[in-house]
């Protein structure tokens, strides 16, 4: 069967972009493929992390997945700390990979901004990093957004340079796996932002434990404009906020922009804001109720985490091993 790596940073609670652009086509895939889904914390602390509110965030998205329909038995769950073999083929990885490419990610450059020299040499080698976790369980396919196509190139970029600078064919190539419809939420506050856990403003995201009253609360404090629903979606070409609701909407329903357009053109945001509360609170809520049901048995959900790992390890030990001894460490 062919082998999935999907991760996600413990860098907060989840948010609905994480759900429509990632947990949402994990629940399918776990049909097709074998599946290995990763807390990254490792990532996470790229960026500084709070140590109690990392925690806490890796419990909850745990807790999260599994709410949302991750199968911890058939498939594999666990945090990535806990897997030594990250480590070790990261580092590898980090001596095999060029500058010249670090530089030129995109990622790198819109986190890092202006500020550069002040961000941690984690954040710049983040990539090698998410290769060693795809590459430690010789993935054959990794879902990703079009946010993440140019760290799954390096990824294959450093597979191959391993492999012809060790003068192996160990790394197989990874291919992408676009979700179909790979929507990008932005920020209830700015619809030209992405919607992020890790926003200082709360109110800018739906998060996957809100209830039916915040999450109402929060779309009807979402930024909009004062004209009504076009007909057409080229109607909503400069209105980025309105554009992002029909678009949540959608993809919550299950239908395309025109359908929700056709169903609703000529209404305000009043009456529009209403309709999308009840499709978000029936999609998110349910999720959120059972993840505050796992959360009251800590034991279990550590329990599952460090089964997981075990699993997990059990993969990638015999393949990050083979690959320290063809780069010539002592076993
Ligand atoms: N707004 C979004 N719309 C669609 N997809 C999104 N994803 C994240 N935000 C959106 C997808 O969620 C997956 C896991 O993301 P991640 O936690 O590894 O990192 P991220 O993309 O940096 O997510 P956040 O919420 O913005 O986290 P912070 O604030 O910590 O940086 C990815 O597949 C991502 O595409």
Redesign the pocket.
Known sequence: MQRIFS???P??V??L??Y???IRNWVSLQADYECIFCL?DM??ITVWQNPDELRKHTLTQAAILLAAGIDAQKHVLFNQSAVSAHARLGWIFNCVTRLGWLNRMTQFKDKAGKDRENHSSGLYVYPNLMAADILAYKATHVP??E??KQHLELTNDVGQKFNHDYGVDFFPQVEALIPPAA????SLRDGTK??????PSAQSRIELTDDADTISLKIRRAKTDADALPAHPDGLADRPEARNLVSIYAALADMTVEQVLEAHQGQGFGPFKAALTEVVVNAIAPIGQETTRLLQDETHLLQTLRSGAQRASAIAEPIVSEAEKLVGFLK
């Open positions: 991760g996600i940073q860098s907060g989840p948010q972009g994480n429509l652009g990632a990254v990532h996470a990703v957004g946010d993440q929507a990008r939420i932005m992405k919607m992020s856990k890790s926003d």
